[in-house]
């Protein structure tokens, strides 16, 4: 059925209506289509306001919609900025911890290199006091002997000391004989 | 102090040390001709290894001779404070009793067996 048939059978239907209301009420017919217009005019324009003040609110939403995706597109911006210029201090900061690090390692084998060097001194210094040691007794020794050979004193104590020996020896043996009595 | 007059009293004090040694070393041994000559050849080497307490302490060399020399020494002095104790405790000490005997021993047996190690320093490092 197509729209304009069914308009022809609608147009039938309140022909024949308005027939009837016009029988009826015993008023002429063009007057009830007039009062019929005008609330079928009221009706689609109260029809109208309606979705005029959706449209209306449609819109408003929309406006906002629109507001809130610009602001949120801002707000995306900025942070895309602010990862990428995190990135940046990210490489950056990466590349200063690889220097930092190769400088540490290079500061540790010097580190190692002066230890080994200390080592090597601290047993050289110990070589020189052992034979500081070696040559203080050394030297001690050969006084003692170049004493001995030339001091008259020196001689005259060894035989002093000598004596001394003998005299002990003799002492003790006539201890022992007293004892054994 | 004169070091020549330091060096004889040290002297006369060692005589003590040395007779003691004999001694000591006698009462070990007992009795009999054999053990006196031994006791006496043991206390003239004993004391000669006390008078070169120096030249055995201070020799920085490390090898065996030097070291076994030090730890030789070391058995001296020990058995030394030990025949001078014995000694002292005999011959000193004999009538004296209780504490105070073994106190003087002590103290005299420590004096007795310094003056042979004082003597070696007198002698052969007198100037340190």
């Known amino acids: ?181 | 102090m004169n070091r020549s007059l330091l060096i004889i009293l040290l002297g006369i004090v060692a005589i003590w040390d040395t007779i003691t040694t004999v001694y000591g070393t006698y009462t070990i041994f007992g009795d009999g001709a054999i053990q006196i000559i031994v006791s006496i050849g043991f206390a003239l080497i004993l004391t000669g290894y006390l008078l070169r307490t120096i030249p055995i302490i201070k020799n920085p060399s490390e090898e065996l001779i030097p070291v076994g020399a030090k730890v030789l020494w070391f058995l001296a002095i020990l058995y030394d404070i030990f025949t001078s104790f014995t000694g002292n405790m005999d011959l000193i000490l004999g009538n004296a009793t209780g504490v105070q005997k073994v106190l003087v021993a002590i103290g005299l047996t420590i004096f007795v067996c310094s003056a042979p190690i004082g003597l070696s320093k007198l002698w052969f490092d007198p100037d340190n």
Do not use: P
């Open chain 1, 1 to 181: 059925m197509s729209f304009y048939t069914l308009n022809y059978k609608l147009q039938k239907q309140i022909d024949f209506l308005m027939n009837a209301i016009s029988k009826d009420l015993k008023v002429d017919k063009s007057i009830i289509l007039h009062f019929l217009c005008i609330d079928l005019e009221r009706i689609y324009n109260e029809k109208i306001q309606v979705h005029k003040l959706h449209l209306i609110s449609f819109e408003k939403e929309f406006k906002e919609l629109n507001k809130k995706e610009l602001e949120l597109k801002a707000i995306i911006e900025n942070t895309k900025f602010k990862i990428e210029s995190s990135e940046n201090t990210i490489v950056q900061l990466s590349n200063k911890l690889i220097e930092k690090e190769a400088h540490l390692k290079n500061l540790k084998n010097q580190v190692a290199e002066l230890k080994l060097k200390i080592n090597e001194l601290n047993n050289v210094v110990i070589g020189i006091e052992k034979e500081k040691k070696q040559f203080d007794f050394n030297f001690m020794m050969k006084n003692h002997s170049n004493k001995e050979k030339t001091q008259k004193s020196n001689k005259r104590l060894n035989w002093l000391l000598t004596s001394f020996t003998i005299i002990a020896i003799i002492i003790a043996i006539l201890i022992i004989k007293m004892k054994s009595k």
